[in-house]
């Protein structure tokens, strides 16, 4: 007599007659795009025409981005023109190597920044950062961006518009 129970015995059969297939690995869809759109890019390399004029599309919209984002630095705007060049410099990366090269050392520069800056002592960082503000303020005073925020709001004193372009 047999102790094992009829499902069992069926499980186990039906386990042993099933295909065995390897396991598909899934792709999320932003690599699968990526992949898509590097194939792309190498088909446009081996036609000279096609490369340059890809080429000098990329260099001209990264070269936009860059200017774009150079005019909306002085501006009282929370960093967007930093955001723009960065972003422009990552654009121009993808096709040119001296910008790789300074999107390196800028990252660098970074990294090198912040690691300095998080070996402080809590009053040291207050004082970094109070410093950085002043040196904020006086850039935009010196280029008169504070005497024009503040006829915005209608105060119009001479102090306020800065002597370079004030």
Same mark, same amino acid.
């Given at each position: 007599?047999? =102790? ?6 069926? =499980? ?25 759109? #590097? ?9 000279? +025409?096609?490369? #340059?004029?890809?080429? $000098?599309?990329?260099? $001209?919209?990264?070269?936009?981005? /860059?200017?774009? *984002? =150079? @005019? %909306? ?5 929370? *960093?967007?023109?930093?955001? %723009?060049?960065?972003? *422009? @410099? ?13 999107? +390196?050392?800028?990252? #660098? *520069?970074?990294?090198? !920044? #912040? +690691? +300095? ?8 960082? /207050?004082? $970094? ?5 002043? @040196? ?16 915005? !709001? ?5 102090? @306020?518009?800065?002597? /370079?372009?004030?």
């Amino acid at each position: 007599m047999s =102790a094992e129970s009829p499902l069992e015995t069926d =499980a186990s059969v039906n386990q042993a007659e099933a295909p065995v297939r390897p396991r598909r690995r899934s792709t999320s869809r932003r690599l699968r795009i990526k992949i898509r759109f #590097r194939q792309e890019r190498y088909k446009m390399r081996l036609n000279p +025409h096609w490369n #340059r004029t890809y080429r $000098a599309g990329v260099g $001209a919209v990264g070269t936009l981005m /860059i200017l774009c *984002g =150079a @005019l %909306l630095v002085p501006l009282p705007t929370p *960093g967007f023109g930093w955001i %723009l060049i960065f972003l *422009g @410099l990552a654009v121009l990366s993808s096709e040119f190597v001296w910008a790789q090269r300074l999107s +390196h050392w800028v990252r #660098r *520069g970074y990294d090198w !920044v #912040r +690691h +300095h800056y998080n070996r402080l002592s809590l009053p040291a960082k /207050i004082i $970094a950062i109070v410093v950085l503000v002043v @040196l904020i303020l006086v850039f935009l005073w010196l280029f008169g961006i504070v005497g024009t925020a503040a006829s915005w !709001v209608g105060v119009d004193q001479d102090w @306020l518009r800065g002597p /370079i372009m004030g």
